[in-house]
């Protein structure tokens, strides 16, 4: 983290650039839901960081040739932090963002869906890695929600199929090894395009295609204010950078 009176210019700059933005584009990644009790998966305290054996769960082929992966992974899905967790300063400030007219749409690489309990409306959440609040069949694509599988794996039924096919039921996420969903690719796209400043809050910027939107919209001329504990590989793209704590620097520049 830099010293409190490089953070405190930086969000000065941070504050000037948004205040003459009119069609603000925010990417965020798992860092602004660290603050609600949602671990990341790669920081120091992540979930893969401390069981790498988990990120099989995650990974599709395991996940649909391995009954005990899918075990696994469901016994995750029960005990999961996110069911309870609660929009943070951090996601408040981004529907604050929404209210003041500004917003073109959050691009999203979190399935948590906190974004929307914050008050930012389903239209402008672009979803990039789906939601972990709805479960789709690999076969015949059914979908459901998630609440009413896990009521089945609470009641015995360790490794819940398809009730309309029998085929094998994931949550409604990317895995590892499968592609994001074109179409939700193309809004977000669309959205890095049609922004004067892009904020990317809480990612890495490491996993494309989501980070490839920060390219994209810094060569299509918007500011970049880039917001993250650690540093990312878009810091010297950057007119305004804040290694900073998300839940308390995004309320001061918003
Ligand atoms: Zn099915």
Redesign the pocket.
């Known amino acids: 983290m830099a010293p409190p009176d490089d953070i405190q210019q930086a969000v000065g700059q941070a504050r000037q650039i948004l205040r003459g933005a009119e069609r603000v584009t925010v990417l965020t990644g798992a860092g602004i839901s660290t603050d609600s009790g949602i671990p990341d998966y790669r920081g120091p305290q992540g979930t893969w960081t401390k069981d790498p054996k988990a990120e099989r769960t995650a990974t599709l082929s395991h996940y649909l040739r391995d009954s005990e992966v899918r075990r696994e992974a469901w016994q995750n899905r029960l005990n999961s932090p996110a069911w309870t967790a609660q929009p943070n300063p951090g996601h408040k400030a981004l529907a604050e963002l929404e209210r003041q007219g500004r917003l073109v749409a959050i691009a999203t690489q979190n399935i948590d869906e906190l974004h929307q309990q914050a008050g930012n409306s389903p239209g402008k959440v672009i979803e990039l890695h789906g939601t972990m609040r709805r479960v789709r069949?690999?076969?015949?694509?059914?979908e459901g929600a998630m609440e009413a599988a896990l009521e089945r794996v609470r009641a015995g039924d360790l490794d819940p199929?398809?009730?309309?096919?029998?085929?094998?039921?994931k949550s409604a996420t990317i895995s590892f090894g499968q592609a994001l969903d074109p179409e939700v690719m193309a809004k977000a796209e669309a959205a890095a395009l049609a922004c004067d400043v892009l904020l990317a809050v809480g990612s890495s910027l490491g996993v494309y295609p989501a980070a490839g939107l920060v390219p994209l919209a810094k060569n299509a001329g918007a500011a970049l204010i880039i917001v993250n504990a650690q540093p990312t590989p878009y810091d010297a793209d950057a007119d305004a950078l804040l290694h900073a704590s998300i839940s308390e620097v995004l309320p001061q520049i918003i």
């Open positions: 069949c690999w076969d015949c694509g059914e199929f398809c009730v309309r096919c029998g085929g094998v039921l």
